[in-house]
C-alpha cells in the first residue's frame, strides 16, 4: 500500500553549550559505534518545535497541555456567558471535562490542605496528570457545559450528552495534538497515534564533556575583603549533531480530520501543518543554558525527502565516528550524501521520491547532488504543495 511519509534530515554544528542536560547538570550522551556521542534527547527537540509554533500558526490550529485545564475550560464559559460565577465556571468545566475524558478533576489534597491551613479559598481544580486539548476543544466543552448548566451532572448522566462530550474531545484535533500525539490514561479510547517521529539528536563524531569553573564578584565587597562571592561549574561540549525527524502524512491527515476551519480547502489544514512542522523542527533549538552559552546556531544543512514507503533514518553514515581534521562538517556532509545514495539504491528506495535540499557553503556542496537546491523558505513553501497535491481528494 502506497503511503506518504517525509523524512527530514538535519546537520547542525553547536558551539560550547548544554542544550538538554541529564540529572547531574551534565550535557547528555550515548554510546554508538562504540564511542561516547553528544545526544539531545526527542523530548527536548519536539518541545522546541512546539514552541516554534507559537511563531507559525493561529493560536485557533493550536493546543495546550496543561493540568489547569478545568481553569482554561472555565475561563472560557464565562467568556461565552459573563453571568456564570468563577466559582460555578470551575464546577462546569470540571464535571465536562472529567465526562469527556474519563479522567478524574478535582482539587489536588496538598494544595487544598495548604490553603485550609493558609486560610486560604480552596484552590481550582486539576487533572492528575497533564492534559492536551485543542483551542477547538476547549471551546466544544465550554459549550457543553453551558447547555448543561442547570444540573450539570444530570446532564451528563444522558447517553447522547456523554457521547457528544467524548466525541468534542476526540475531534478537531490541534496541529501540535495531530503531530505529536495525546495520551489519556483513563481514556485511551481518545488517546491520539502521533504522526511525527523524532529521533534523539547524536554527534557525528565522538565528544568528551568539558567543565568550565567559573566565579561571581559581590558588587558590594570592601577592596579589602578579596576572593569571590559565588564560585561554581557548569558542564558543556561541542558538536555537530545528526538530527531526523519522520511524519506518517497520512496519519497526520486523519489525526486532523476535516480539519480546524470551515472555509478551506480540504487539504489546507496538512499543507499548513507540514509547513510549520518542517519550518519549526530545522530553526528551532533547545534552551538548555542559553544565557550561559549564547549558542544560536541555524543548520549547515536540510535535506527533506518526500516518499511513499517505510521512513528511513540515515544515522548509518555515522555509525564510524568522523574524525577531526579541518572540522567535522565537510566529512560529515560528504558521508551522508554517499549513504543516502547507496542505502536508496540497495533497497530500491530511489522510486516516487522527492527531496530538497538547503545547504550552507562549499563544505556541505556535496548534499547538493541529492535533490533539488532550495532556500528553506522555497523548501517549506514546496514541500508544503507536493504534500497537498499528493493527500487531493481523486475525481
Do not use: C
Not at 510549520?276 to 528551532?284: D, L, P, Q, T
Not at 517505510?310 to 555515522?318: D, L
Amino acid at each position: 500500500m502506497s503511503r506518504t511519509i517525509l523524512d527530514v534530515h538535519v546537520l547542525q554544528t553547536v558551539p560550547p553549550s548544554n542544550l538538554n542536560r541529564d540529572d547531574t547538570g551534565a550535557p547528555k550522551t550515548a554510546v554508538y559505534g562504540g564511542v561516547k556521542r553528544s545526544r539531545v534527547s526527542s523530548q527536548a527537540w519536539k518541545r522546541a518545535t512546539r514552541l516554534a509554533f507559537d511563531a507559525l500558526l493561529d493560536p485557533q490550529d493550536l493546543g495546550t497541555r496543561t493540568k489547569r485545564v478545568a481553569e482554561l475550560i472555565a475561563a472560557r464559559i464565562r467568556e461565552l456567558d459573563p453571568s456564570v460565577e468563577e466559582a460555578e465556571a470551575l464546577v462546569l468545566a470540571a464535571e465536562t471535562v472529567q465526562t469527556a475524558t474519563g479522567s478524574k478533576i478535582e482539587v489536588p489534597k496538598r494544595k487544598a490542605d495548604a490553603a485550609k491551613k493558609k486560610g486560604e479559598k480552596e484552590p481550582a481544580p486539576e487533572s492528575a496528570y497533564l492534559m492536551f486539548l485543542s483551542a477547538q476543544q476547549r471551546d466544544g466543552l465550554a459549550a457543553l457545559a453551558l447547555d448543561g448548566r442547570e444540573d450539570i451532572k444530570a446532564f451528563l448522566k444522558e447517553k447522547e450528552n456523554k457521547a457528544r462530550a467524548k466525541s468534542v474531545a476526540d475531534t478537531r484535533h490541534s496541529v501540535d495534538i495531530a503531530l505529536f500525539g495525546r495520551m489519556v490514561a483513563d481514556g485511551a479510547d481518545i488517546n491520539v497515534d502521533a504522526a511525527a517521529q523524532v529521533a534523539h539528536a547524536i554527534s557525528v563524531h565522538a565528544v568528551e564533556n568539558e567543565s568550565d569553573y567559573y566565579t561571581a564578584v559581590d558588587d558590594r565587597n570592601p577592596e579589602e575583603d578579596t576572593g569571590a562571592g559565588m564560585i561554581g561549574t557548569v558542564e558543556f561540549n561541542s558538536a555537530t549533531l545528526y538530527r531526523y525527524a519522520a511524519v506518517d502524512v497520512d496519519l497526520l491527515k486523519k489525526n486532523l480530520g476535516e480539519g480546524l476551519r470551515e472555509d478551506e480547502p480540504v487539504t489546507e489544514p496538512l499543507r499548513r501543518a507540514v509547513e510549520a512542522f518542517v519550518r519549526g523542527f530545522v530553526e528551532s533549538l533547545p534552551t538548555g543554558k542559553i544565557n550561559t552559552f549564547g549558542n544560536h546556531t541555524l543548520p549547515d544543512a536540510v535535506v527533506v525527502k518526500l516518499r511513499d514507503s517505510r521512513p528511513i533514518s540515515f544515522v548509518g553514515a555515522f555509525e564510524e565516528p568522523v574524525t577531526s581534521g579541518a572540522g567535522h562538517v565537510a566529512e560529515a556532509s560528504a558521508r551522508l550524501a554517499d549513504h543516502v545514495s547507496q542505502v536508496e539504491r540497495a533497497y530500491g528506495a530511489e522510486d516516487g521520491v522527492d527531496t530538497w535540499v538547503v545547504h550552507v557553503g562549499e563544505r556541505t556542496a556535496k548534499l547538493s547532488g541529492l535533490g533539488s537546491v532550495v532556500s528553506l523558505p522555497e523548501l517549506v513553501i514546496q514541500v508544503g504543495a507536493a504534500v497537498a497535491q499528493r493527500q487531493a481528494p481523486t475525481a
